[in-house]
């Protein structure tokens, strides 16, 4: 389950920190979905959050990026691995390559 905008955590921590702790940072990040402000001389400088976090705040997807996925959840190929993709592709781009009958 994700959490709601108002249970994430956001904490404040020196830049100095950030530099020793940043793996495990990262985890936290990731895993707990928690947000990092990074102070320098005790001003605000920069902020860590995850990929989904921040996909979901700032990187909407484009009209376009809805429908294709829109279309591919439909199609059942939003479920399809990664090595089903490239054989899809292989199958393509080999039908593309065989020689048509004139």
């Given at each position: 389950?994700?959490?709601?905008?108002?249970?994430?955590?956001?904490?404040?921590?020196?830049?100095?920190?950030?530099?020793?702790?940043?793996?495990?940072?990262l985890?936290?990040v990731?895993?707990?979905?928690?947000?990092?402000?990074?102070?320098?001389?005790?001003?605000?400088?920069?902020?860590?959050?995850?990929?989904?976090?921040?996909?979901?705040?700032?990187?909407?997807?484009?009209?376009?990026?809805?429908?294709?996925?829109?279309?591919?959840?439909?199609?059942?190929?939003?479920?399809?691995?990664?090595?089903?993709?490239?054989?899809?592709?292989?199958?393509?781009?080999?039908?593309?390559?065989?020689?048509q009958?004139?």
């Amino acid at each position: 389950m994700e959490p709601r905008e108002d249970d994430m955590l956001t904490r404040s921590l020196p830049a100095h920190l950030v530099r020793t702790q940043f793996g495990q940072i990262l985890e936290r990040v990731s895993i707990d979905h928690e947000r990092f402000i990074v102070t320098k001389n005790g001003q605000p400088k920069a902020v860590i959050i995850g990929i989904e976090d921040f996909l979901a705040a700032v990187a909407k997807p484009s009209e376009t990026m809805k429908a294709l996925q829109d279309q591919a959840r439909a199609s059942g190929a939003a479920g399809m691995s990664l090595e089903e993709i490239e054989a899809e592709i292989a199958a393509v781009r080999q039908k593309k390559t065989v020689p048509q009958p004139s």
